[in-house]
Nanobody, 116 residues
Framework: QVQLVESGGGLVQTGGSLRLSCAAS????????MGWYRRAPGKQRELVAS???????NYADSVKGRFTISRDNAENTVYLQMDSLKPEDTATYYC??????????WGQGTQVTVSS
């Protein structure tokens, strides 16, 4: 059974940092592009960062220069280092497969709240 478990969220002040982790199981993690997505209240889920199996990364303009995605294929884990956080980064963050792969069942996500 494929499972994605996100962790590392929390409450942080503007300008602070958080590191999110996502542990995958039940899949051949290393072959897939993976992404971090977020959904803010009243908004659609959006992709904020992705990383290919070979380590190439891509970022949404809103987080470029502040967020860093990485992966550890030996640990079946993908990370999101978030620096210089802003109130508009407040959202529930999820990991999942990224293009060209179709996302699988979503995990519970991890809540990130940035206070002003």
């Amino acid at each position: 059974q494929v499972q994605l478990v996100e962790s590392g969220g929390g409450l942080v002040q503007t300008g602070g940092s958080l590191r999110l982790s996502c542990a995958a199981s039940g899949m051949i993690f290393s072959v897939y592009s993976m992404g971090w997505y977020r959904r803010a209240p009243g908004k659609q889920r959006e992709l904020v960062a992705s990383i290919t199996s070979s380590g190439s990364t891509n970022y949404a303009d809103s987080v470029k220069g502040r967020f860093t995605i990485s992966r550890d294929n030996a640990e079946n884990t993908v990370y999101l280092q978030m620096d210089s956080l802003k109130p508009e980064d407040t959202a529930t963050y999820y990991c999942n497969k990224a293009k060209p792969y179709i996302p699988i069942s979503w995990g519970q996500g991890t809540q990130v709240t940035v206070s002003s």
